[in-house]
């Protein structure tokens, strides 16, 4: 699979990121010029996880997203639909409770979590506004969710700028560092693709959730949505 679209079959995005599992990590601050690290930091002061809250980290990948949960003194549950990326993450992170998951089926009871948590990964759901039901299902009341999810520039001269960085520079860089570089055509496809701040916005609500508001990371490039159960 080399062509995105929004209408994506789970077997082949979970086969995509088995192929890319070792080097997921390093090809993804290679390919953000360090900033992945930064929004990772944003995702955990959004978060605020507490001692002794439950937090999901959904398409957790490795479980690299999930240390600061982790250190903060929450139980941390890393899903991922990818045996690959959470076989890696077990062999990192052996105390961790790996997940297997499908986000828009999510193994877990009503009302489970203080806290959902989705990092560059709610694009590669099949459908996304019942991954946001699901996520909202399993929230206790009170609860949030935080996403982080590429999206729009929101100064035009640096829109088609990036636009081409991610359809012209990303796949070279992708063949040399990264394991399965169709896979980073995919995902550069995906990005463009993705709804705009304000839309995933309504769709947040159209799920239920409440006080909806995000928060552009890196001029845009990245955007940060919260909400409460």
């Not at 640096?158 to 960085?165: A, D, G, I, K």
């Not at 309504?202 to 990371?217: I, P």
Request: proline letters at 7%; aromatic letters at 10%.
């Amino acid at each position: 699979m080399t062509r995105a679209s929004l209408d994506k079959q789970p077997h082949e995005v979970a086969s995509m990121f088995d192929d890319v599992a070792e080097k997921y990590d390093l090809t993804n601050d290679v390919l953000s010029l360090g900033q992945a690290r930064l929004w990772r930091k944003e995702v955990a002061r959004a978060v605020d996880a507490r001692p002794a809250q439950k937090v999901l980290d959904l398409a957790a990948g490795t479980a690299t997203s999930s240390q600061p949960f982790a250190r903060a003194g929450a139980y941390v549950v890393p899903c991922d639909f990818s045996l690959g990326m959470l076989k890696v993450g077990k062999r990192r992170h052996p105390w961790m409770p790996f997940t297997a998951g499908d986000g828009a089926k999510l193994p877990f009871k009503d009302d489970t979590f203080d806290a959902v948590t989705i990092s560059f990964g709610l694009r590669n759901i099949q459908d996304t506004d019942q991954a946001l039901r699901e996520l909202y299902r399993v929230t206790k009341p009170g609860g949030r969710v935080v996403i982080c999810e590429f999206s729009h520039p929101t100064w035009a001269p640096f829109r088609t700028v990036y636009t081409e960085y991610l359809m012209r520079a990303l796949p070279p860089v992708a063949r040399a560092v990264s394991s399965n570089p169709d896979a980073y055509v995919y995902l550069a496809e995906s990005i463009r693709n993705w709804p705009t701040q304000p839309e995933l916005a309504a769709r947040l609500q159209g799920a239920g959730w409440s006080r909806v508001a995000w928060r552009d990371l890196t001029g845009g490039i990245v955007a940060l949505h919260r909400g409460i159960k």
